[in-house]
């Protein structure tokens, strides 16, 4: 689910998907978000105006609280669901009615052939003016389709801004769900009714509960090295150690904390090869990260929450080959293990392993190679896919960010 951006990161997502739908139209025009009555300001340019006229909870939603157990139990509260009505206007340069046409009928049609906002899409939008937002993160799809207006609703629509009618199209954007901020709790269960017999332990202060893990750089998935940041409450308790364990595999890496952990926040930082040696076992893959509290008399396991471990890719051989059958060689970490599903990521093609060589030392990498067959000219992004987490191809020393230089291989006639 999402936080209290979520509106905010919608409309940002809709002027990017227009924006770069329109843009060899739209020319030297803007993209507005203003009220009807404020929107046209001169007619110099071409100007798309996004307009958010209508908010409505969506009771699909509504009463969508987590199930539990136990007549008394109590359960988080459930999410604002809302559907987010847009009113798009467009504005043909020197109010030309052919040039608005135009553009309207152009927005339409992106907008009918992308039906859908993507995670990524969502993300790349709020990465600089909403950072703190994570609507990406939301697992339930979020849709736009056209909203049937008749003539005499738009119509009412323009007048109560007492502006002069312009021909418009609406769209409902839904269902965004944003998360409540008060904790769910479940209360415990009776174990006993009698003087006789013990009941339930009751411990003398709150004990920790995740809510949410930070990578850096909002990275879909963490690398070997990284420093992960957990949020959530309680979490200075005497004792308190993080661990993470391969959800396939079942290792558990026990992780070092790089600071004093606050109540809302504690940070570990994930090894290396060089930190551990042969003591870590990890693998690239799906992860469950949680905090252990030992006491003296037992420990007790927070709520786990997901992380992706992604692998690293070191080198590319050969970075340029010709049209044809090509070879390529990838040396990643961590190592790769033989019952790991791998597989290359060339621009949109998925290329099964050839050949695998991961040497006995842990901290040295795996060789991988590839056979890639039917190539064209031009330039590719190499992404590796170990146990469905991909490598992150991004140069994040880059400002603005773009693709690692060693991540690509370029094929010519």
Not at 176 to 188: E, K
Request: net charge negative; glycine share 6%; aromatic share 8%.
């Amino acid at each position: 689910m999402s936080n209290q951006f979520a509106i905010a990161a919608v409309t940002s997502t809709l002027f990017d998907l227009v924006f770069l739908g329109i843009r060899d139209e739209l020319g030297s025009g803007n993209i507005t978000a203003l009220p009807l009555d404020k929107a046209r300001s001169g007619r110099d340019g071409n100007q798309v105006n996004l307009f958010l006229y209508h908010t409505m909870p969506n009771t699909a939603f509504q009463n969508d609280y987590r199930p539990s157990r136990g007549k008394h139990s109590h359960t988080g509260k459930p999410p604002l669901a809302l559907d987010l009505f847009y009113l798009i206007t467009v504005y043909g340069q020197s109010d030309s009615e052919t040039k608005s046409h135009r553009l309207l009928g152009q927005i339409m049609n992106v907008l009918h052939d992308h039906p859908i906002l993507h995670a990524e899409e969502i993300e790349l939008a709020t990465g600089v003016d909403l950072a703190d937002s994570n609507l990406h993160r939301q697992v339930e799809q979020i849709n736009i389709t056209t909203e049937s207006l008749s003539f005499e609703a738009m119509s009412q629509i323009w007048r109560g801004f007492q502006a002069q009618y312009r021909a418009s199209v609406a769209y409902r954007v839904s269902a965004v769900l944003i998360d409540s901020s008060l904790p769910a709790t479940t209360a415990l269960p009776v174990l006993a009714r009698n003087d006789g017999e013990r009941g339930a332990i009751v411990f003398p202060k709150p004990l920790p509960v995740l809510h949410e893990v930070k990578l850096p750089y909002r990275q879909v998935g963490a690398q070997p090295g990284d420093v992960v940041t957990l949020l959530g409450k309680y979490l200075d308790e005497n004792g308190l150690t993080i661990q993470a364990r391969n959800t396939r595999a079942g290792t558990v890496l026990q992780l070092d904390l790089i600071e004093p952990a606050t109540a809302s926040e504690v940070k570990v930082q994930l090894p290396t090869a060089t930190d551990t040696g042969d003591e870590w076992h990890g693998r690239a893959g799906f992860y469950s990260i949680y905090g252990v509290v030992q006491r003296s008399e037992y420990s007790w396991t927070t709520n786990e929450l997901p992380l992706l471990l992604a692998p690293q890719v070191l080198s590319v051989t050969p970075r340029e080959a010709a049209v044809g059958r090509v070879l390529l060689s990838l040396t990643c970490y961590p190592q790769i293990h033989p019952d790991q599903q791998v597989s290359l990521l060339l621009g949109d093609r998925g290329i099964p392993l050839h050949r695998l060589t991961t040497p006995p030392n842990p901290s040295e990498p795996s060789l991988l190679t590839f056979q890639v067959a039917a190539t064209h000219p031009g330039t590719y992004l190499i992404r590796l896919r170990v146990d469905g987490v991909d490598s992150i191809p991004v140069d994040f020393s880059s400002t603005p960010l773009q693709f690692a230089d060693h991540q690509k291989i370029r094929i010519v006639e």
